[in-house]
């Protein structure tokens, strides 16, 4: 497959997960088999010595540094990209950094990336939008074309199964009544056939959230789409950057551990009810003794009842108390941790099948 000049063998891109979930390690042996492996910015930097004095350096050093090693790791295959929350402080910085470090994407989405057009401009960098509705999907593309004169290389849409903060109202998420991932994906490929027409230009179009196996590919691949994002089943690989526990809580997961949560930065989120969140309905509260001003929305201090940033480190740490456990709607289906190059043959061979 070819995205506007970079190559890519396998339409599988490796959801990027936070904080310390998907680094070097699992990007660049995802793009060692083919694939778009993805690295997530967010509080990259938390290993870094300085990383509570100075976040902000710590993140762009480390940031530049995976982004190295999982080119190394990958030995010229696939794709390496990197997901940049809107949400985050420093959002240009970082986008900025990704690009110098030779990033091949920029995956961008917790908020509308309005500016990432104009930020990516005259670089090599790839640029996607995630999106979760038609409306996300016109509005981003008119406004890159106004403003840039430019339209995505691809979208990613990130349907009401996934994991991590979503793009769905909590009313809708807790009634079941968000729209199903093949009509999004239906509604957004009638959005982008006519930019591609405006800007003679292919714009490639992925689903994700809840796409599970080879065969929901297929699927996916039948109704429109070039390729899927997976994001929860990487977690559970044995070159997933996080500690073994993070990997144990998920495949020892049910579907009744899975719940909907308000997240501190007033985004609903997916999760393993692990006991941070249950002595959270207590009515507990876990201050940060020191605020890094990692996420823009974040209300900070004692208006919220925890650090999400610290909960996450703590979750990929392996932590079960303290840990926050991101995770997709199918957990409960993970039976084992396998390796990376065993996931994406089961993928590829079940899509084909």
Do not use: W
């Not at 690295?39 to 509570?52: A, H, P, T």
């Not at 699927?219 to 993070?246: L, S, W, Y």
């Not at 309905?281 to 650090?307: E, Q, R, S, V, W």
């Amino acid at each position: 497959m070819d995205i506007n000049g970079k190559k890519l063998e396998h339409g599988i891109i490796q959801g990027g997960m936070g904080v310390g979930v998907s680094l070097s390690e699992l990007a660049g042996n995802v793009a060692k088999e083919g694939c778009m492996g993805v690295i997530s910015s967010v509080n990259i930097g938390y290993k870094e010595s300085d990383f509570y004095k100075n976040p902000l350096e710590a993140n762009l050093r480390a940031l530049k540094n995976h982004i190295k090693r999982a080119k190394e790791i990958a030995g010229g295959k696939g794709l390496i990209g990197v997901n940049i929350m809107v949400a985050v402080s420093h959002y240009e910085e970082t986008v900025k950094a990704a690009i110098e470090a030779g990033a091949d994407a920029i995956i961008s989405g917790s908020g509308l990336p309005l500016k990432l057009a104009g930020l990516v401009k005259g670089s090599k960098t790839l640029y996607a939008p995630i999106v979760s509705s038609k409306r996300a999907a016109a509005l981003l593309l008119k406004t890159f074309a106004k403003r840039e004169n430019s339209v995505p290389d691809f979208i990613v849409i990130e349907g009401h199964q996934a994991g991590g903060h979503l793009g769905f109202s909590a009313d809708d998420l807790e009634n079941d009544t968000c729209q199903d991932n093949l009509t999004i994906l239906k509604e957004v490929l009638e959005v982008v056939k006519t930019f591609e027409e405006q800007f003679k230009k292919k714009i490639r179009v992925f689903l994700g959230g809840g796409v599970f196996t080879g065969k929901d590919m297929a699927e996916a691949i039948k109704n429109g789409a070039d390729g899927v994002q997976i994001g929860t089943r990487f977690i559970a690989t044995n070159e997933c950057d996080a500690a073994d526990t993070f990997k144990e809580v998920l495949v020892e997961a049910k579907e009744e551990d899975v719940k909907i949560i308000k997240s501190p930065v007033g985004m609903p989120a997916r999760a393993v009810y692990t006991p941070l969140l249950k002595k959270l309905d207590m009515g507990d509260k876990f201050f940060a003794k020191k605020c890094n001003n990692c996420l823009t929305a974040c209300p900070k201090g004692d208006k919220i009842p925890y650090c999400i940033s610290r909960a996450l480190i703590s979750a990929v740490e392996g932590n079960k108390e303290e840990g926050l456990f991101f995770c997709g709607e199918n957990v409960s289906r993970i039976k084992e941790i396998v390796s990376v190059h065993n996931l994406v043959e089961e993928l590829l061979k079940d899509c084909q099948s």
